[in-house]
């Protein structure tokens, strides 16, 4: 599918989140940001962290984590975007496998959510994770 007018604008704020982290200044956190808009309209944002000791979470995480502190659970539209240091440029990566696990389970509704996998595709969850199981954390 090709990218909306919607679509560049998520992409917009999840490098936003990434500069506005860079601030905090820590070692591993805030490289790659991440954005979503609800099937509601609402968008919530998120930074990946890291820790020396190994915990750490993605930036669909804290949006996700996010949006369910907000009441929410069935995303639209979800994108990830990496800061390349050394060339300086923005980057639309596709969720790694841990977070289309959670997108997955999370509810059937997000199955087709549409995920942005570069600056000019996306594709429905379910084409990033074609042979999942069926289950679901909904109650």
């Not at 804290?62 to 069935?74: C, F, H, L, R, V």
């Not at 980057?91 to 995920?115: A, F, Y």
Request: include cysteine; charge should be positive.
């Amino acid at each position: 599918m090709k990218l909306t007018k919607e679509d560049k604008m998520l992409i917009k704020k999840a490098e936003n989140v990434i500069v506005k982290s860079s601030s905090v200044n820590l070692i591993d956190t805030g490289d790659v940001g991440a954005a979503l808009i609800t099937s509601n309209g609402n968008i919530f944002r998120g930074v990946s962290l890291g820790f020396y000791c190994g915990i750490g979470s993605c930036g669909e995480y804290q949006a996700i984590g996010s949006m369910i502190s907000d009441g929410e659970k069935y995303i639209k539209t979800i994108v990830a975007v990496y800061y390349n240091k050394k060339n300086r440029k923005y980057e639309v990566i596709p969720p790694c496998g841990k977070c289309r696990e959670m997108l997955h389970q999370l509810s059937k509704k997000n199955w087709d959510t549409e995920v942005i996998v570069s600056k000019s595709k996306k594709v429905k969850l379910k084409e990033l994770l074609p042979y999942a199981w069926e289950g679901t954390i909904e109650k």
